[in-house]
Every structure is written in structure tokens, then in C-alpha cells.
């Protein structure tokens, strides 16, 4: 009955915690399938071995009853033949053989009780085994779906540090300060070395021939009023005499030409200093 008694630890074993305790649930499992199976198969040889001694003792019974009857008829043989002295033996024979047969008979009851018993356990040992199979694909699903949760927490615990998150805002200040002062050097460099009176007037021009063309635009569409008609053009040349103003003399004229040229020199020479 060894092979019982470890069935009954067997089943009375808990799965969860063979997993629990396992590093590798899923080769737990089917460890736990491999020793189960192992177990079927002994408990089927000492099943197989428990039935055979019932029906040897069932035949040993039956052949001392058999034995008994035998007896019985030879003393009525022995009466017959008026030997009543032969007729007690047989008849002692019977007894004892009945005897014999009457403790197999017991024998044999006891040991059915125990093969019910042990056909019984064979099947729900069976039972288990059939639904530690079904459960053991749902128990590796379950495993593997964990550890994929597990490292799926172990990915968003790392993104969520807030020390990364902080270095990557420090960062990205870093490249907005380093932005702001070269945009600074930038405007320094313009304002010492640019012509700013030039490039005010560059952008005037370039916005007012824009304000003209739509001006021109509006007037050809109706929405302005035309532009007024253009004023008689003075005289190519009108005289000193002819505007009531004296004339000037060459050395005059010329006095005023020397004048011109140095003022035009200095403004070059302002404008050559500016861009240095």
C-alpha cells in the first residue's frame, strides 16, 4: 500500500505552490506532469497486481468448496458400504477443506474492499492527472503573460524618471540660452559694423514701391480716387536774371563746387569709420 500513500501526498499536494516556489514555472509544470504520469502508471501495476490476488483467492475458495463437496460424496460412498469408521474420516476431510474455504472466502472479501478502494482512487488520480493537463497550458499562458506585464512595468518605471525628465528640460533650456546669446553676438556684430541708416532706407523703399502698386491697384479697380493731374513742368533752365536773383561769378561758382566736393569727402570718410 506504499503506492497509495504516496498517491494520497500527491493529490493532497498543492499546485500554486510548487509554482510559486519553482524559478521556472512552466518547466515546473510539466515536471509536476511527467511525475504524475509516473505515478499513474505504478498505481496501475499495483491495481493490476491487486485484482490478481483477488481472484486467486476467489479460485482457491471456490477449489476448497469444490474439495469439501468431493469429500462429502466419498463418506456417502463410505455409508453406503457400511464402513462408518471411513465414512468420519471423509467427512473430518470435509470440515477441514470448508474450513480452508470459508477463510479464503474472507480473505477474498477483504481484499475486493481494498481493490473498489484502489480502483477508485486509480480513477480520480486519473481525474487529476486529465485536469492538471487542461490546466497546465492556462497556467503557462498565465505565466507568460505575467513576466510580459512584469516587463512592461519595468520599461514605464525607467521612462517615469523624473531625473531623466529633468535633464531633458535642463537640456532644452540650455540650447534656449545658447540661442538667445547667439541671436545677442549676432545683433552686437550688426550694430557695430552695419550701415542702419542705409537699411532703413533700403526697407523704405522696398515698402513704399508695395504701398504704390497697391495704390495703383485700387485706383485701376475703382476703389481709390484717380490721382490728380500732373502739374505743368517748370523750364528745363530758368535763368538767374529771369528769378529776380543776382548772378554768380565763376570765382563764386567755383568757391561753391570746393565746397560741395569737401562736404561730400567728409560724409565718406564718416561712413568709412562707421564701418570699421
Known sequence: MGVFARLATLLKSNLNDLISKAEDPEKMLHQVIIEMANQLVEAKKGVALSIAMEK???KQADAEAAT??????RAMMAVRANDDALAKEALTRKKEHEGHATALREQWAKQKKQVDQVKLALR?????IEEAKRKKNILIARTRQAEARKKIQE???????????ETFQRMEEKVVQLEGEADAASELAEEYSGDHLAEKFRTLEATSGADGDLTALKQKMGLAPPPPPAAAAPPARVEAEELGEP???????????AALAELE???????ARMKR
Open 56 to 58: 486467486t483467492l476467489l
Open 68 to 73: 469439501a463437496a468431493e469429500w462429502e460424496r
Open 124 to 128: 480520480v488520480l486519473n481525474n487529476k
Open 155 to 165: 520599461t514605464m518605471s525607467g521612462i517615469a524618471n523624473a531625473s531623466a525628465f
Open 247 to 257: 548772378a554768380l561769378s565763376q570765382a563764386e561758382q567755383d568757391e561753391l563746387a
Open 265 to 271: 569727402a567728409e560724409d565718406q570718410a564718416a561712413q
